[in-house]
DNA sequence: GAGGCGTGGAA
DNA sequence: TTTCCAAGCCT
C-alpha cells in the first residue's frame, strides 16, 4: 500500500536523468537505441557507457548499418569496454534482426536472441514496446531486497528477489507507464537507494521499506563471500621497427579478451615465468638471427591488471630494430604505431604497449636512462580522444 | 548451476 | 591499498 506506484512515477517525472538513449518525457524510445545501451550497461557502469554509446550510435547510426559492419569493426568501436562476447552476440543479433525486419515485441522471442537474456529482454520489452513487465538487474534486485526486507543472501535469493520484484507494478499507475515504471526502478536504485549510504529520506518510498523500518537498509540485500582471485603470471613482447611498425596478433575469436589485438606473448600461468621458458614465445625466437642479427630484449615494465577471476601481472619487454622480419601468420601482423586505435586493443594490451612504447621512446634519445611514467607518447594515440 | 567473462571509479 | 561492484549472459 505504501509502495505507491504513482509516488514512484512523480518521484520519476521530476528526478529522471537525462541519458543519450533516453527518450524524451512522452516520447517513444526507439529499440535500436535501447537495445545498444542495455547490452553496453550490462555489468557496466553509466558513465563508462555513456562515451562509448556516442561514439557507436555516430559510426552506426542504425541496425542496418552494423548488421552490414565487419564484427572486427564493432570491436574496435568496442575496445576498452570489456566483456567483449557482448559485441561478438551484439553484431550477430543485428543480423538476424535486421533480416527479420526489426525486433520481436515479446519478451520470449527477444530472449532467444543472442546476448540478450531475461534481464536485457524485459528491459526493452518495458521500455521500447511499452509492456508491463519489471527487468530485474542490480538496481531493482537492491530496491526489492529493501523494501521486503529479504536477508537471504545473493546470489542464492535471485529467484525470490525476482518474484517478489514482479509484484511492485500491479497498480494501475504503473500498467499505464511501463517504460517508465522500469526506469523509475533503475534511478531509484541508482540515486537513492544506492548500495552504501541510502538516501531514505528523499525516497517516495521511504513509507513502505520494510528494511528502513528495522534500520537494516544498508545491509541488504547481503551477499555470499566470493572466493580469491588467484594470481596469474604472463610475459608479453613489444617489437618495432624504425618505420614505427609494431609486431601484433589476433586472439582467438571466443574466450578471454576474444578477438582483440595483443602483442605477442606467453601463456598466463599460475607461476611466474623465468626468462628463458618465456623467451621460447618471443617473436622470430624459432628463426636463425639473419641479417638483422639477434633482438636486443630489454625489459620495459610490469603491468597489473585485474580480471573477474584471476588478477594477471605482465612483464612487459621492448626491443627495436631497424627492419621488421617479414611476419608469418603464427608471427601475427604489423600495425603501425600511429594506427592503433584502428585495432580492437583491449584495456590490458593498451596498458602493455605504452608501457613498452614509452620505454622505447626514452631509451631511443640519445643518453637519456629509461625513466618511469615518462609519458612520452608523441604522436601516438591509442584510444579515441573525446576532446575532453 | 557454478564458473568464465573486463574495466575503472568510489569508498 | 584493498575491496566492492555496475542496467548480466553463456555454457
Partial sequence: MTLSSTALLTWYDRNRRALPWRALPGHPADPYH???????????????VIPYYQRFLERFPT???????????VLVLWAGLGYYSR?????????????????PRDVES???????????????????????????????????ARVFAIEAPLPGSRKLLATQ????????????????????????????????????????????????KSGIQALLPRRAPKGDRPARYGVHFLLIDDAGRLLMRKRPPSGLLGGTVELPGTEW??????????????????????????????????????????????AVYAARLPVMPNPDDRDGFLVRADELQKNA????????????????????????????????????????????
Fill in 87 to 103: 559485441a561478438r552476440n551484439l553484431h550477430r543479433c543485428a543480423g538476424i534482426v535486421a533480416e527479420n525486419g526489426g525486433f
Fill in 34 to 48: 535501447v537495445w545498444i545501451s542495455e547490452i553496453m550497461l550490462q555489468q557496466t557502469t553509466v558513465t563508462a
Fill in 165 to 212: 520484484a514482479a509484484t511492485l507494478n500491479r497498480e494501475k499507475a504503473a500498467q499505464a507507464r511501463p517504460s517508465d515504471f522500469a526506469q523509475a526502478l533503475f534511478d531509484l536504485g541508482a540515486g537513492i537507494c544506492t548500495p552504501r549510504s541510502p538516501a531514505c529520506v528523499l525516497c517516495p518510498w521511504q513509507g513502505g521499506c520494510a528494511a528502513q
Fill in 345 to 388: 586493443l583491449s584495456s590490458l594490451m593498451r596498458k602493455c604497449v605504452e608501457t613498452g612504447l614509452d620505454f622505447i621512446g626514452a631509451a631511443g634519445r640519445d643518453g637519456d636512462p629509461p625513466s618511469k611514467k615518462s609519458g612520452t607518447m608523441r604522436n601516438v594515440k591509442l584510444t579515441e580522444g573525446e576532446g575532453a
Fill in 63 to 73: 541496425l542496418e548499418a552494423l548488421a552490414a559492419a565487419p564484427v572486427d569493426d
Fill in 269 to 314: 600461468l599460475c607461476a611466474l615465468w623465468n626468462r628463458e621458458d618465456a623467451f621460447i614465445h618471443a617473436p622470430f625466437s624459432d628463426r636463425p638471427a639473419g641479417k638483422t642479427g639477434r633482438i636486443r630484449w630489454e625489459a620495459a615494465g610490469e603491468i597489473k591488471h585485474v580480471f573477474t577471476h584471476f588478477s594477471l601481472s605482465v
Fill in 110 to 144: 527477444l530472449r532467444a536472441l543472442p546476448g540478450i537474456g531475461p534481464y536485457t529482454a524485459a528491459a526493452i520489452a518495458a521500455i521500447a514496446f511499452g509492456i508491463p513487465v519489471i527487468p530485474v538487474d542490480g538496481n531493482v534486485e537492491r530496491v526489492t
